[in-house]
């Protein structure tokens, strides 16, 4: 269907004229006319105006030129799954299981590969072929792939083995030997950190993807060390329960 189509009978069936339509996305009826004539598409801003308003995709008012999946999942998405930001606006790049209210759900791909196995798992696929496709799967997808820029699987599993090993080789007093590590996004482990001179920083970016891991500290129960990664350096900290009282241990340069 095209857009002018799609246009159409959006308008016809949430009962507006053109000139209710226009007063609602801020256009002139003219420009609602040529929108339905084929003459002209609306432009980006209107296009969310007028996405908001009828909640669809901006995908499916140019038309579905494109197959949408879920960039954190891989789950095809279509206008009833698709996840939405705080203010309403679709996100057309998550579903709503991944993506709500502008927060994300998943930061640690196990986690979310153990999810999948539960809903996916049947008489067709073992537990184990929808195991298996979800490690090959994911680490393509936007919402995973930026650590994964090193050269396919099996360098994947070299570098994080490297990873582990540069974590292992700090000898930190009271850290556990460091066994794996998972994919872990910047927004659910970037802890801000107190200066001397009383300021606070944050050293990793909220939207990265990050290799990492929290390990319970040898001195007692209540403290835990953090663990991230990424191609350029190594990051430990120490924070008490429910990542209080966070102290920087180790920023280290790769």
Known sequence: ??????????????????????????????AVSRWENGETTPNTETLKLLSKLFDVSINTLLG???????????????????????????NEDYCKWCYADGEYMYHDMDELIEVCVKTMANGSFSAEQVREYMKNMLPGLNYWKQYLNVG????????????????????????????????????????????????????????????????????????????????????????????ENPELIVYKKR
Do not use: W
């Not at 269907?1 to 002139?28: H, P, Y």
């Not at 799954?81 to 679709?90: C, M, N, P, Q, T």
């Not at 290799?211 to 990664?229: D, H, I, M, N, R």
């Open 1 to 30: 269907m095209d857009t002018k189509d799609v246009i159409f009978e959006l308008r016809t069936k949430n009962g507006f004229s053109q000139d209710e339509l226009a007063e609602k996305v801020f256009v002139t009826r003219q």
């Open 64 to 90: 579905s030129p494109r197959q949408l999946i879920c960039q954190c999942c891989g789950m095809p998405l279509d206008d009833s799954s698709i996840s939405k930001e705080k203010d309403g606006a679709l």
């Open 152 to 243: 396919g699987k099996e360098k994947f599993e070299e570098f994080k083995k490297q990873i582990i090993d540069e974590f292992n080789e700090l000898h930190i007093e009271g850290m556990p030997i460091v066994e794996s590590l998972n994919a872990l996004v910047g927004n659910f482990i970037n802890l801000e950190y107190r200066l001397p001179n009383g300021r606070t920083i944050k050293f990793l970016d909220d939207r990265a993807t990050y290799l990492g891991t929290q390990l319970e500290s040898e001195f007692g129960p209540g403290k835990c060390f953090g663990l991230a990664a990424n191609m350029d350096f190594l990051l430990v900290c120490t924070y008490d329960e429910n990542g």
